[in-house]
């Protein structure tokens, strides 16, 4: 079969010897340096695991699970190539073996190989390019990175390299070239940085005919001459193609990094593209502005899988995001919502001068994370709850009102006579897990004069949603009685998409995920004002220094 592609080109991205050293950040930082010569680029993960997304994994598994705006639920890479390259992406940016693999298996039994044997190759190597082509034609990128989840060598990822092996025949050899991210460990005993798992590596990959063109080398120390030398050697690689990409404090330093390592200009040379002269001011700026020292501002962030900060990747990167806008450095202090359960509240809120609920699923932890809610209620400390903080801040608010402890959600208590958050009416009926709960942008109208309207300054606004649950309206009333402002409805006016109290200086919840929103340099309207109130408010070891005069 003849794929015919559309004139994109294509940079693969593999990794190396180790899974962990940042190929994310990379393939997101190389996206940056492209776009800041005006060059328009999309970007694709494809995910070995057979799963069809991570929706169904735990974030200890997985980590965050990243919403794009059509509502498909997909890899946290993903959140930084938004981040960093600021696009909007889409389903076609995430592909897994699990799609791949349902989708031969249905055309299978549709007919469409009618008499012939389904393999691996070509198969699902076609497949496979396809989703490379889909993306290519709907996003009109100039360029189309894709990078290789998992590292070379891993068994599920063998057919994700077969595909791009492929493709250098059929979109041609000028349009197309392959990075190789690896790493060099360092040896504290000699203190060298050894090169032989970086050559082992690229044997792996030249073994099912992939050779790299450039290889990106992280390491804890900058690489030596001689290190570049030896890896331009044996791997077969031009010298100035092998690049130093050392730990650096914050990850918005790695497109200044790459740039400075010339990787922008060698991959225009490797394409053959034409392009203006990169302007990479916006990102000089954020990396000063982040390497200043400014004033912590103490945040607690209270959730339920905190021992794995990768759970609340973008909603840590909104805090930074916002704090930066106001010259503060967020102080995060991690709360485990369970500890919250056992201990005394101000114990380990007594320095917070703002908490925060992320996004959460099940029973544990739930109770704890009530305690919070009641804490920044009762102490006026501003609160931001992020979908399962906003009905956690719900079922504490009709706690109080009701003077009882059985205020509850569906989700956690099946019988509760008080369902203050309950399954949303188009819920009912569905039974399968994977993809089905309310996902993507949904249209929010604001009551003017709110919190939440003042912090955006619109009237309507769209956000990404991911939840089955939603606030029960036969309490909407006798809730609003008692201060609770409903501060954002869907535009049937059938929904709370956000509550605030009224008498509060800032507790606000929103049924949606704003984090997913928030851009470096451009810091999400909620996570702006939620930071912009808490960094005024005094608690114990947040005392700003008085001049002695
Ligand atoms: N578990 C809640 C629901 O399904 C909240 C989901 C979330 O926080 N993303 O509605």
Known sequence: MILVFCMSKYIFVTGGVVSSVGKGITVASIGAILKSRQITVSVQKLDPYLNVDPGTMSPYQHGEVFVTQDGAETDLDLGNYERFIDVNLTAESNVTSGQIYSAVIAKERRGDFLGGTIQVVPHVTTEIKERFKRLAQKSKAEVVIIEVGGTVGDIEGQPFLEAIRQMRNDVGRDNIFYVHVTLLPYLTSTQELKTKPTQHSVNELRRIGIQPDIIICRSD????????????????????????????????????????????????????????????????????????????????????????????????????????????????????????????????????????????????????????????????????????????????????????????????????????????????????????????????????????????????????????????????????????????????????????????????????????????????????????IAKNILREGAQPLLPLS
């Not at 995001?321 to 102080?331: F, Q, Y």
């Not at 649950?469 to 809730?479: D, S, W």
């Open 221 to 532: 120390h900058p690489i030596s001459e001689g290190i570049r030398d030896k890896i331009s050697l044996f791997c077969d690689v031009d010298r100035q193609a092998v690049i130093s990409l050392p730990t650096v404090s914050t990850i918005y330093e790695v497109p200044l990094v790459l740039e400075d390592e010339g990787l922008g200009q060698l991959t225009l040379d490797k394409l053959g593209l034409k392009a203006q002269q990169p302007n990479l001011s916006q990102w000089q700026k954020l990396l000063s502005s982040l390497k200043e020292s400014h004033e912590p501002v103490n945040i607690a962030l209270v959730g339920k899988y905190v021992e794995l900060k990768d759970a609340y990747f973008s909603v840590r990167e909104a805090l930074h995001h916002a704090a930066l806008h106001h010259e503060r450095d967020v102080n995060l202090i991690w709360v485990q919502s369970e500890d919250l359960e056992k201990d005394n509240s101000d114990a380990l809120l007594h320095t917070a001068q703002g908490i925060i609920i992320p996004g959460g699923f099940g029973i544990r932890g739930i109770e704890g994370m009530i305690k919070a809610a009641n804490y920044a209620r009762s102490n006026k400390i501003p609160y931001l709850g992020l979908c399962l903080g906003m009905q956690v801040m719900v079922i504490e608010f009709a706690r109080y009102v009701l003077n009882s402890s059985e205020p509850n959600s569906a989700e956690f208590d099946a019988s509760t006579p008080y369902p203050v958050i309950d399954l949303l009416p188009e819920q009912k009926d569905i039974e399968n897990k994977g993809g089905t709960m309310r996902l993507g942008n949904y249209p929010c109208e604001l009551s003017p004069g709110s919190r939440a309207a003042t912090a955006y300054g619109q009237s309507v606004v769209y956000e990404r949603h991911r939840h089955r649950y939603e606030f029960n309206n036969q309490f909407r009333a006798q809730l609003e009685k008692a201060g609770m402002v409903y501060s954002g409805l869907s535009p049937d006016g059938r929904l709370v998409e956000l509550c605030e109290l009224a008498n509060h200086p800032w507790m606000v919840g929103c049924q949606f995920h704003p984090e997913f929103g928030s851009r470096p340099g451009r810091p999400h309207p909620l996570f702006h004002d939620f930071i912009g």
